[in-house]
């Protein structure tokens, strides 16, 4: 009768493998290694951009940095304001037409504007 135990019978040597076994052994570690390096590569890549787009989007200005004036005239009526793109877009009403200003938000200076016109 068998001890449960001790079942030193019932197990086979680990047989050595043949050279053909081994390159291919071998291939398939190096194989394993490379794409988990790939793997690795990509998960950094994904927490640099995540990481980067958090970093970047704090780039607003401050409320300390808006120009105390900003010259308009004297009817002008401003009915919005927006931030967009680094650049204070006010719509005004100047007597029977509207327009768009674009101003630099830090000196106050005019860089552009837009007029909306009846057709």
Do not use: W
Not at 44 to 67: L, M, P, Q, R
Not at 77 to 83: R, S
Not at 91 to 107: F, H, K, R, S, W
């Amino acid at each position: 009768m068998r001890d449960p135990v001790d079942d030193s019978a019932d197990l086979v040597e680990d047989e050595a493998l043949d050279p053909a076994a081994q390159r291919i052994q071998q291939k398939m570690r190096r194989l394993l290694m490379g794409s988990s390096l790939v793997m690795l590569i990509g998960f950094v890549a994904v927490f640099a951009a995540i990481f980067y787009k958090i970093s970047a989007g704090s780039n607003s200005v401050s409320a300390e940095a808006v120009a105390a004036t900003i010259a308009l005239s004297p009817d002008a009526k401003v009915l919005q304001v927006a931030l967009s793109e680094g650049q204070l877009v006010l719509l005004v009403n100047e007597g029977a037409g509207q327009a768009l200003i674009y101003v630099d938000p830090v000196t106050g200076k005019k860089l552009g504007r837009t007029d909306f016109m009846a057709r």
